[in-house]
T-cell receptor, first 111, second 112 residues
Framework: EDQVTQSPEALRLQEGESSSLNCSYT??????LFWYRQDPGKGPEFLFT???AGEEKEKERLKATLTKKESFLHITAPKPEDSATYLC????????????FGKGTLLTVNP | NAGVTQTPKFQVLKTGQSMTLQCAQD?????MYWYRQDPGMGLRLIYY???????DKGEVPNGYNVSRLNKREFSLRLESAAPSQTSVYFC???????????FGEGSRLTVL
């Protein structure tokens, strides 16, 4: 069974304190790994797609990396506005239409 | 620049009542999806429509029906609501399968 596990469940950082979020997956034939950001009361918002091991994508203070078993979302010098839940997802069940989401990491950045 | 629009945003039902959640997208996307999000469970796919005229079951389809009314609109119907269907429902769309999803703001449903 395809699975996506995110850790930690929650992370509290001080402004400027860099850290990483983890997304480990077990899926046959990875067809992409997606990262989304979700603010309270809102729908998820797309951040990155990674397709192959070794690939990296960056956006402002965020950098996503991919290995054969996991992906990391690195947050450099975070600001309070980076506080959100970060979700990762992979296509599963042999279908590009069926995304399996992890349960997310709730990131809180204190000023 | 509306993107994906869901209605209603909030709804309270009694057990056994029926209702329809409406979703419309203005991005000319081919594919549309309905997810539910529950605490501790993450986002789970209920149904999806790969293209106009087609619908398929996702991970948790029981108790739900869907209609792809046209390319823009995809509705989710609860025929006889149960407390277990209390959740936040998200509609999403994508250009094709495997592409990034664009989500609506969600519909919060409570079944008493």
């Amino acid at each position: 069974e395809d699975q996506v596990t995110q850790s930690p469940e929650a992370l509290r950082l001080q402004e400027g304190e860099s850290s990483s979020l983890n997304c480990s997956y077990t899926v046959s034939g990875l067809r992409g790994l997606f990262w989304y950001r979700q603010d309270p009361g809102k729908g998820p918002e797309f951040l990155f797609t990674l397709y192959s091991a070794g690939e990296e994508k960056e956006k402002e203070r965020l950098k996503a990396t991919l290995t054969k078993k996991e992906s990391f979302l690195h947050i450099t010098a975070p600001k309070p506005e980076d506080s959100a839940t970060y979700l990762c997802a992979v296509p599963s069940g042999g279908s590009n239409y069926k995304l399996t989401f992890g349960k997310g990491t709730l990131l809180t950045v204190n000023p | 620049n509306a993107g994906v629009t869901q209605t209603p945003k909030f709804q309270v039902l009694k057990t056994g009542q029926s209702m329809t959640l409406q979703c419309a997208q203005d991005m000319n996307h081919n594919s549309m999806y309905w997810y539910r999000q529950d605490p501790g469970m993450g986002l789970r796919l209920i149904y999806y429509s790969a293209s106009e005229g087609t619908t398929d079951k996702g991970e948790v389809p029981n108790g739900y029906n869907v209609s792809r009314l046209n390319k823009r609109e995809f509705s989710l119907r609860l025929e006889s609501a149960a407390p277990s269907q209390t959740s936040v429902y998200f509609c999403a769309s994508s250009d094709v399968g495997g592409a990034r999803l664009f989500f609506g703001e969600g519909s919060r449903l409570t079944v008493l």
